[in-house]
């Protein structure tokens, strides 16, 4: 296995289990930049942001759980893509209104593009939309 896939499923297992920034700088450059087409990650631009933004989603979705579909490495463009589900319930105190009880199964996938043996920046491709309905957040 290339370093950069075993880095990119190290960080993967640290953000998707709510580490934080503390559990997953190590992977990262420091500055390392964060991009998304989601409304519901909108001025979020960095990666430490990132983590610490799962870290809260978490506590909003205490059972949250991820279940990994595919993990593809392009060495030659020095990325690894990420296809997961995430699995949540809105139980936890936080969030855009007060629990209510619904469920997300919402696909998405990350792209890990790295600078060396560290990741640089992170596109994630989600629908949004779609998750913030299943949670009753619409």
Same mark, same amino acid.
């Given at each position: 296995?290339? $370093?950069? $896939?075993?880095v990119a499923e190290a960080f993967f297992e =640290?953000? !998707? $289990? @709510? @580490?934080?920034? =503390?559990?997953?700088? %190590? +992977?990262c450059a420091p500055e390392a930049g964060f991009s998304a087409q989601a409304d519901?990650? =909108?001025g979020i631009t960095t990666l430490r942001d990132y983590a610490e933004?799962?870290?809260g989603l978490l506590t909003v979705l205490p059972d949250g759980r991820y279940e990994v579909k595919s *993990?593809?490495?392009? !060495? !030659?463009? %020095?990325?690894?893509a990420a +296809?997961?589900? *995430? %699995? @949540?319930?809105?139980t936890g105190e936080g969030g855009p209104c007060p629990p209510t009880g619904k469920s997300t199964s $919402?696909? +998405?996938?990350?792209?890990?593009?790295?600078? @060396?043996e560290r990741i640089a920046h992170m596109t994630k491709i989600?629908?949004?939309? %779609?998750a913030v309905k299943e949670l009753g957040w619409a």
């Open positions: 296995m290339s $370093t950069i $896939t075993s =640290a953000c !998707e $289990t @709510g @580490g934080g920034w =503390a559990a997953c700088e %190590r +992977y519901a990650l =909108a933004w799962m870290k *993990f593809a490495t392009d !060495e !030659e463009r %020095r990325n690894v +296809y997961g589900v *995430f %699995r @949540g319930t809105h $919402t696909d +998405y996938v990350y792209v890990m593009q790295f600078d @060396g989600w629908n949004d939309a %779609r």
